[in-house]
C-alpha cells in the first residue's frame, strides 16, 4: 500500500499542476489577432508599410515580384498595436509592381495574415504622378501637382497653349526636400469667363539638394480651364426671420462644391474681415444655391458668401461676396402674402417687405403695396441695381426707403454712389462697403463733428502722443468698433511703449541707411525684385546679412530662407514702407536661396519676389590657407603613385621600428 501511494504521488501532482495551468483557458475565450489599416507609400525604390492589429503582435512583410513567391521579409520585432517598417535594407527595382501580404503573431503563438496585396514602386526619373484643377473661381484657379520626389516646382499659363509664361501672382509651396513632393498653387490675376491652359514644371538638381546629382527637369501635360463669371447673391428667402431660421441664397458661379475649401456664411458680417464673425451654420453648397441657419450670432445686416481655399498651411481666398440683407426678428419668419391690410407684410422683390402702416429697417412703408411695372416699383428697382453696379452690393431696405420718399433723381444719387469713399483723414480713407488696411468701415460717412469723428481724432492723437508715431488704419478700426475708452486706451500705450519704441528702432528710416552686406528688395506692386547686384549676391562666410526693403507701409513681412536649415522669419515694415531683418549668425558655406512675400492686415499675400539665389563664400582667410597648401602640393609635382609609394614607405619603416625596440627590449630583459 505504501509503495502504491509512493508511485501514485507524483502522478497526482503532475494532473493537479496540468488542470490548474488548463483551467484558467477554460473560464475565457482566447482573442485572434486581426490586422487593420494597412498602408504603402512609396518613395521613389523604397516602400514604407503601417498597420495596426486589435492586440499587441509582432509581425513581418513578406514582398516578392512574382505573386504568392516572396523574396524578401521585413520585421517588425516589438510587439505593439501600430506597426511601421520600410524597405531600407533591402535595394527594390525602381517602377517595379511588388506583391506582399503581412502576418502578425501575439504572445500565445497565434498568427494572422492578410490578403495579398500590390504596390509600384516609382520611377528613377523625376515625373508628374498626378497634376489636376482643384477648383475654379471668377478670377483665380486652384491646382495641385505631385512628383514622385522632391524637386523645385513651377507653374506656367496663358490664354494659347503654345504661350505659357509665370504668373505674377501665385501663391503656395516653392520648395520640399525628401521623398515625393505635393504642390498646391493658387493663380490669382486671372480674366472672369476666359479660357486658360495651365503647365506645372519640376527641376531638381544636386546643386539645389546640397549633393552632388545629375540635373533633372520635367514638364506635365497641358491642361484648360474657364474661369467663372464673376459670384453673386441674387435673393435670400426668406428675408428676415430668428434664430435658427434655414435661408436659401441664390444666386451663381459659388462653385459646384467646397471639397477644397471652407465655405463661410456671415448674417450681418464678414467672417473674413471680421475675426469676431462667426459664420452661419452651413448646410449645404452647390453652384447657385446655398442653404444655411442663423444662430446667435447672426445679426441684421447683408449677408457674406466667402469661399476660402487651404494652400499649405496658409488659407487664401477663393472669393467673398456680398448680398442682400437679412433681418433679425423676435418670433416667426415672414410669409409670403398678397393681402393689404393695415399691418399686413408682402415678400416682395428687391429684398425688403412693403407695408402701407410700417416703416422700419427691413420695411418700406408705402400708399399702396407695390406691384410690377407701376412707376415706383421701376424706380426701386433702378435705385436697387445702381447700389449693386456701383458698391457691388444692394441697397439696405432703410436706403431705399429714403431714396423713395425723397425721389432722389437716379443721376444725383449715381454721382454719390461714385463718392462712397471720402478724401484722407487721419491717414486714412472712410466706406460704407469697403474694409481693409487702409480703409475704415463706417456705418455711415463721417460728416465734420460728429462724434465718431472727434473720437477718432482723440485716438489719432494719443498714439501720436505717447508712441510718436500714427495709428494704422486698422487700429482706427479696432478702437472704432470696440469703441475703447480714452482712459483705458491710454493706459495701454503707456504699458507698452517701450516695447513700440524697441520695434521701432529696429526698422531703418531708409535702406540706404543700411551698411555692411544686405540684400534689398523693392516694389510694392505683385512683384517684389531685387535691387543690389553690384557684389553678384556673393558674400563672405562671415557677414551678417541684412535683408531689407521697402514695401506697403504697416505691412507684415515674411521671408524664407531655404539651404540645408529652412528658416521662416516675420517682421513689419515701417510708417514709410521699409523693413529690415537681421540674420542671427552666419549661414553655411553653398548657395542658398530666400523669398519675401508681404501680407495685409488681413493675412492676404498683397506683394511677393521670386526665389533669388545667393552665395556664402569662404573667407579670405581661409582660402589663403587652402591656396597655399594647394600651391605647395602643385610645386612639388607629385602624381598620385609617388603619394602612394611614399605612405606604404613610411608605414614600413614604422613596422620595422616597432619590431627593433620589441626586440631589443626582450633581449634587456632576458640579461
Known amino acids: 500500500m505504501k509503495k502504491l501511494f509512493v508511485w501514485s504521488l507524483p502522478i497526482v501532482l503532475v494532473m493537479a499542476a496540468g488542470f490548474l495551468i488548463v483551467r484558467p483557458s477554460l473560464g475565457s475565450a482566447q482573442t485572434v489577432p486581426e490586422i487593420l489599416d494597412v498602408t504603402a507609400t512609396v518613395t521613389l525604390n523604397n516602400i514604407s508599410f503601417r498597420w495596426n492589429s486589435n492586440i499587441a503582435t509582432t509581425g513581418v512583410v513578406e514582398l516578392g515580384t512574382v505573386s504568392g513567391t516572396y523574396t524578401y521579409s521585413i520585421d517588425s520585432s516589438t510587439s505593439t498595436t501600430s506597426h511601421y517598417v520600410w524597405s531600407r535594407d533591402i535595394e527594390l527595382e525602381y517602377d517595379t509592381i511588388y506583391y506582399y501580404r503581412i502576418t502578425v503573431t501575439d504572445p500565445e503563438n497565434t498568427s494572422a495574415s492578410t490578403e495579398e496585396f500590390s504596390v509600384t514602386t516609382s520611377s528613377r526619373e523625376l515625373r508628374f504622378d498626378s497634376w489636376e484643377i482643384y477648383d475654379i473661381a471668377s478670377d483665380k484657379v486652384y491646382l495641385r501637382a505631385l512628383t514622385n520626389k522632391s524637386a523645385y516646382p513651377g507653374v506656367k499659363i496663358g490664354t494659347a497653349p503654345d504661350n505659357l509664361t509665370t504668373p505674377d501672382t501665385y501663391e503656395g509651396d516653392l520648395f520640399s526636400i525628401g521623398g515625393a513632393m505635393t504642390q498646391k498653387w493658387v493663380i490669382s490675376g486671372l480674366i472672369p469667363d476666359t479660357t486658360y491652359y495651365v503647365q506645372a514644371t519640376a527641376i531638381r538638381s544636386g546643386m539645389i539638394l546640397g549633393y552632388y546629382e545629375e540635373a533633372e527637369s520635367v514638364e506635365s501635360e497641358v491642361l484648360t480651364f474657364i474661369t467663372t463669371d464673376l459670384p453673386r447673391v441674387n435673393s435670400i428667402n426668406p428675408p428676415q426671420g430668428p434664430e435658427g431660421t434655414e435661408v436659401t441664397l441664390l444666386g451663381e458661379n459659388f462653385g459646384d462644391s467646397i471639397d477644397f475649401g471652407v465655405g463661410l456664411i456671415g448674417i450681418g458680417c464678414s467672417p473674413i474681415q471680421h475675426s469676431q464673425c462667426h459664420p452661419a451654420e452651413l448646410i449645404s453648397w452647390s453652384d447657385s444655391t446655398i442653404v444655411v441657419r442663423t444662430n446667435a450670432h447672426s445679426a441684421t445686416g447683408p449677408v457674406y458668401v466667402s469661399k476660402r481655399w487651404s494652400i499649405s498651411t496658409d488659407e487664401t481666398d477663393a ?111 472712410y466706406s460704407t462697403t469697403l474694409s481693409d488696411s487702409s480703409t475704415i468701415r463706417v456705418e455711415n460717412l463721417f460728416m465734420l463733428g460728429s462724434d465718431d469723428d472727434v473720437y477718432l481724432g482723440q485716438v489719432y492723437n494719443a498714439y501720436h502722443d505717447t508712441w510718436g508715431r500714427y495709428p494704422r488704419c486698422d487700429e482706427m478700426q479696432f478702437h472704432l468698433e470696440h469703441s475703447t475708452p480714452m482712459e483705458r486706451l491710454q493706459g495701454w500705450l503707456d504699458e507698452n511703449v517701450s516695447k513700440e519704441q524697441e520695434a521701432a528702432e529696429e526698422i531703418p528710416e531708409t535702406s540706404s541707411d543700411i551698411t555692411g552686406p544686405k540684400i534689398e528688395f523693392s516694389g510694392d506692386g505683385n512683384l517684389m525684385t ?26 507684415l513681412v515674411k521671408l524664407v530662407i531655404a539651404s540645408e536649415n529652412f528658416i521662416e522669419v516675420i517682421t513689419r515694415s515701417n510708417n514709410e514702407g521699409y523693413w529690415a531683418y537681421t540674420l542671427t549668425g552666419p549661414l553655411e558655406i553653398g548657395i542658398h536661396t530666400v523669398r519675401v512675400s508681404v501680407n495685409d492686415n488681413f493675412g492676404i499675400t498683397v506683394s511677393a519676389s521670386e526665389t533669388v539665389s545667393f552665395t556664402i563664400k569662404a573667407s579670405s582667410k581661409t582660402s589663403k590657407v587652402i591656396n597655399t597648401i594647394t600651391t605647395a602640393l602643385q610645386d612639388v609635382d607629385f602624381s598620385i603613385t609617388t603619394w602612394i609609394i611614399i605612405v606604404v614607405a613610411v608605414i614600413i619603416l614604422l613596422i620595422v621600428g616597432y619590431l627593433f625596440l620589441r626586440k631589443k627590449k626582450d633581449t634587456e630583459e632576458k640579461q
Not at 400708399?367 to 433702378?382: A, I, P
Not at 558674400?539 to 506697403?552: L, Q, R, V, W
Request: glycine content about 6%; hydrophobic content about 30%.
Open 530 to 555: 531685387v535691387q543690389n547686384t553690384e557684389n553678384n549676391l556673393i558674400f563672405d562666410e562671415n557677414d551678417i546679412i541684412i535683408f531689407t526693403g521697402k514695401t506697403i507701409p504697416n505691412s
Open 319 to 429: 472669393f467673398t461676396i456680398q448680398g442682400p440683407e437679412f433681418r433679425v426678428v423676435d418670433g416667426e419668419s415672414v410669409t409670403n402674402t398678397t393681402t393689404s391690410g393695415a399691418t399686413t407684410y408682402i415678400t416682395k422683390a428687391y429684398n425688403c417687405t412693403f407695408s402701407t402702416s410700417i416703416a422700419d429697417e427691413g420695411t418700406i412703408r408705402v400708399v399702396t403695396l407695390l406691384t410690377d411695372g407701376n412707376d415706383m416699383d421701376v424706380y426701386l428697382g433702378q435705385v436697387y441695381n445702381a447700389y449693386h453696379d456701383t458698391w457691388g452690393r444692394y441697397p439696405r431696405c432703410d436706403e431705399m426707403q429714403f431714396h423713395l420718399d425723397h425721389a432722389t433723381p437716379l443721376d444725383r444719387l449715381t454721382r454719390w454712389l461714385q463718392e462712397e469713399t471720402i478724401d484722407e483723414k487721419y491717414g486714412c480713407t
